[in-house]
């Protein structure tokens, strides 16, 4: 074993097919065979950061594994990372264990809920992380690897493992991948880092917890108005955490918008805030919409005429841009969780 690591070796057959067999009966995979963290793959893998594997980065909720550089290799490695992606994951274990992610409350959920990692700046180019066409879907290695890591570490260093700690009623695909980066290139407007106060061409990992993607199809429209009418109406949904009002519904969420829609929309002359504003004005749910007993546990103390906004605070409503050609868009409900971005050291 390497002087400079430190995890317990193990010994086993030398197959692929006996390594995986290992991980699935110890329950540290995500379902999916996995690449085996030899010694040799692990050390190449933190060459691509500067940093002490023993180095603590975060303690991952709710079992408080000790994310060390180390360990965020060795799920690097099993997810298929390359080793120039260790900035990132470094960045977004950091990112994803602070406190308003709220990852402790995430983790044992029954609601859907998983953590999206949006990547800004140079590196997303650099790393070839899609933004554009399918960028929520697969066939790009950095977004299906970097996201996977993620989610092993939440499960290997979480213990959110399903149906034990992991207690999410249905689950969601995300909860394997969920990791983008935005498309500065084709948007309109400055790139989410930017509005979260770092300078342009500083490369950040941004996290929040969100469900996935919820489709919203207009080809019909051809102007701003036309096409905020599908988008209004398409996040006033009843179902929704973030308009459960007092309780689990204080997270943020997230308009995804194609950059087609999103060039109709910015000819209007909408920037990124005002159209947030708009939205948080206009998409609202009648409060009489809810029945009585939802009604008076969620908006008791309301008025009987008021209405009830896409997220409790006009703040935690996100707007990127993301995705190729096309006239499609799409809403991100949340959960109890804030969006938190850092800066990716490269």
Known sequence: MSKRLTSEEIVV??????????YFSKGWTDGLPIIPPTEEAVERMLTGTKRSPSEVIAAVPPSWGEATVEKIAINAVMAGCLPEYMPVLIAAVAAMCEKPVDMMGMQPTTHPVAPLMIVNGPIAKKLDINSKSGAFGPGWRSNATLGRAVR?????????????TDMSCQGQPSKYV?????NEEDSPWEPL????GFAPGVSTVSIVGLENP?????????????????????MATLGSNNVRGTLGGEGDAMLALGPEHAATIAKAGYTKKSLRDYLWDTS???????YERARMK??????EDSSVPPTMVREDLHIIVVGGPGKHSAYLPGWSSHLVTKAIEE
């Not at 919820?214 to 398409?234: F, R």
């Not at 969620?298 to 008025?303: A, I």
């Open 13 to 22: 057959a030398d197959s692929a097919e006996a390594v995986t067999s290992l």
């Open 152 to 164: 092993l570490m939440l499960m290997n260093l979480g213990g959110a493992f399903p149906g034990k």
């Open 178 to 182: 969920y990791c983008i980066a935005e």
């Open 193 to 196: 880092s930017v509005g979260r």
């Open 214 to 234: 919820h489709n919203i199809n207009d080809h019909d429209a051809l102007s701003a108005e036309e096409v905020l009418s599908t988008i209004v109406g398409s």
């Open 284 to 290: 609202r749910i009648p409060r009489k919409a809810f």
């Open 298 to 303: 969620h908006f008791g103390d309301w008025p």
